[in-house]
């Protein structure tokens, strides 16, 4: 199955090209503009060809409301305790920061987008002329919103973490039949951190054969082998989120890359991308030297003319150019032809 590449910016989502990887900032930035910018440097430096903000307030994401429903549960490792309204205001981007960081962004060749999650959000977005959209997992049954994303005619970006194959059917229905069909969904476990024990990557080329869309990874477990487990699977975008250090803190920093893991994912997400390969079985061009020291039949003792192949004159031996080693039952007992040193491959020309 062979699903159509996309262009963003000068880099191409897709099998034909190497992952694309998108550096999730979050509320990593821990309410300071310098260390944005600062982690957008860091992102550009690492190889990664994205940076990515969440854009919402607060206010236009929830309600601050402290009812059970808005209670973030006691027992969450890293939020417990919280509303979502405490919890969003300490996450958010400054929506004054936007400009800067994407005008940060693209003078060191990244390309800079978003998840936007409501129509304002969209609309700053495309005051920034925003090349493609993410959808987060949790907004994956706003119809409208997506409606609104896919009516930009940019690529979407779709996380499918915690929803049913019926979410993902209407959200992506919902995107194509605004006309838009550049659409990239992500296997993605909404709990922070993830157990790689739930990540279920075989699920990978079933969405991208059920879908006929191209898949990835939103990841949040620690490490990068699941990312790069993804890659072989057919993961063409891998999004991690991102800290300068871990021990700086922050509302995701638990499970964000530090800056050498970030540069690990990034080279070794290519060498599982290259080590793909094809699907046929054949020698390779690198492959020419071992082919040329394959085991062959050779003349390892003097033979003279007139002497008897036995095991003790001719062994399977490398290099190649002797007939095929199972030769020797046809061979053995058969007279030489002609004189031969060690070192002569057998042949039907000295027998």
Same mark, same amino acid.
Request: hydrophobic letters at 45%; glycine letters at 10%; aromatic letters at 6%.
């Given at each position: 199955m062979r699903i159509a590449d996309y262009k963003i910016e000068n880099f191409t989502i897709g099998q034909s090209a190497r992952p694309f990887i998108i550096a999730e900032v979050s509320g990593n930035h821990n309410g300071d503009l310098q260390r944005a910018l600062d982690i957008?440097?860091?992102?550009?430096?690492?190889?990664?060809?994205?940076?990515?903000?969440? +854009?919402? /307030?607060? @206010? +236009?994401? /929830?309600? @601050?409301?402290?009812?059970?429903?808005?209670m973030i549960s006691a027992g969450h490792p890293l939020w417990g305790g919280k509303n979502l309204y405490q919890l969003y205001e300490e996450a958010h981007t400054p929506w004054e920061w936007h400009e800067a960081i994407f005008s940060r962004a693209r003078s060191m060749g990244l390309v800079p987008f978003s998840s936007p999650f409501d129509s304002t959000a969209i609309d700053l977005l495309e005051s920034l002329d925003a090349p493609l959209y993410?959808?987060?997992?949790?907004?994956?049954?706003?119809?409208?919103l997506l409606r609104r994303i896919a009516q930009t005619g940019k690529p979407v970006i779709l996380s499918?973490?915690?929803a049913s194959m019926t979410d993902m059917d209407?959200?992506?229905?919902?995107i194509r039949a605004e006309g838009n069909d550049q659409i990239v969904l992500l296997a993605c476990t909404s709990s922070y951190p993830a157990s790689p024990t739930e990540s279920n990557l075989r699920t990978l080329p079933v969405l991208a054969s059920a879908f006929d869309i191209q898949v990835g990874l939103s990841d949040h477990t620690m490490g990068i082998g699941a990312a790069i487990a993804a890659?072989?699977?057919g993961a063409t975008v891998v999004e991690k989120h991102v800290t300068l250090s871990r021990a700086d803190?922050?509302?995701?920093?638990?499970?964000?890359?530090?800056p050498h893991e970030l540069k690990a994912l990034v080279t070794e997400s290519e060498v599982a991308w290259q080590s793909l390969g094809s699907p046929s079985l054949k020698v390779t061009a690198g492959e020419s030297e071992s082919l040329r020291l394959r085991r062959s039949l050779y003349v390892v003792e003097p033979a003279r003319k007139g002497d008897l192949v036995t095991e003790a004159n001719v062994r399977s031996?490398?290099?190649?150019?002797?007939?095929?080693?199972?030769?020797?039952?046809?061979v053995v007992g058969r007279p030489f032809t002609a004189d031969c040193e060690p070192g002569t491959p057998l042949t039907w020309d000295v027998i």
């Open positions: 957008v440097d860091m992102v550009a430096e690492s190889g990664a060809q994205a940076v990515k903000l969440q +854009t919402y /307030t607060a @206010d +236009t994401i /929830t309600i @601050d409301s402290k009812r059970p429903a808005f993410k959808v987060a997992s949790l907004e994956i049954g706003d119809l409208p499918n973490g915690a209407r959200a992506i229905r919902t890659v072989a699977l803190g922050g509302v995701d920093a638990d499970f964000s890359l530090e031996i490398r290099p190649a150019g002797g007939l095929e080693p199972d030769m020797f039952r046809t």
